[in-house]
């Protein structure tokens, strides 16, 4: 496993290590209830710049760097980390994200998501990325599927968000 991580691009779709200038945005982008929808609850809300602080302080900690910025054009627009899984675990990762409102709809999730994606598989000892959505998030469905993620599950009534019960949606990809 390497321990440095390279930024790595793809056109004007760029993931690179966070910078505190990001963190202004960062706040502004994940206070919205239209992206705290899609994340788990452990996500702060409302998500205050203490918040972004906090978040850069533990991510300077990592080593390997797994939670990356996204940057398009020049412009910080969100997050995506592998979380590398313990004990029996420890071949997969759990891939997470999310661009700011500003940005959907541009092509930026799936570029960022394919970049990690391989990256990850480059570079962490791992077999198998996956993660689960939340049934009404339609769009992170398409994006996993684009990056040729597999649905490979339908965990029913198995996830408790804003006092409402939801399916999950696991994806996974598998390394060639």
């Given at each position: 496993m390497r321990n440095k991580f390279t930024t790595i691009e793809n056109g004007e779709v760029k993931l690179r290590e966070f910078i505190d200038l990001d963190l202004a945005k960062l706040s502004e982008y994940a206070n919205n209830e239209k992206v705290s929808i899609n994340l788990r609850d452990a996500f702060p809300k409302p998500y205050t710049p203490?918040?972004?602080?906090?978040?850069?302080?533990?991510?300077?900690?990592?080593n390997p760097k797994t939670f990356f910025a996204i940057e398009y054009k020049g412009e910080y627009v969100g997050n995506i980390s592998l979380s590398v899984g313990d004990d029996v675990y420890r071949k997969s990762a759990e891939i997470g994200y999310f661009i700011?409102?500003?940005?959907?709809?541009?092509?930026?999730?799936?570029?960022?998501?394919?970049?990690?994606?391989?990256?990850?598989?480059?570079?962490?000892?791992?077999?198998?990325?996956?993660?689960?959505?939340?049934e009404f998030n339609k769009s992170s469905q398409r994006v996993?599927?684009?990056?040729?993620?597999?649905?490979?599950?339908?965990?029913?009534?198995?996830?408790?968000?804003?006092?409402?019960?939801?399916?999950?949606?696991?994806?996974?990809?598998i390394k060639e």
């Open positions: 203490r918040d972004a602080e906090n978040f850069k302080k533990m991510i300077d900690l990592q700011g409102e500003p940005f959907w709809n541009k092509g930026i999730a799936t570029k960022a998501v394919s970049l990690i994606t391989n990256w990850g598989f480059e570079n962490l000892d791992i077999v198998r990325i996956h993660t689960g959505i939340f996993l599927e684009k990056c040729g993620y597999i649905k490979e599950a339908v965990f029913k009534k198995s996830v408790c968000k804003n006092n409402e019960i939801y399916d999950e949606i696991r994806y996974a990809k």
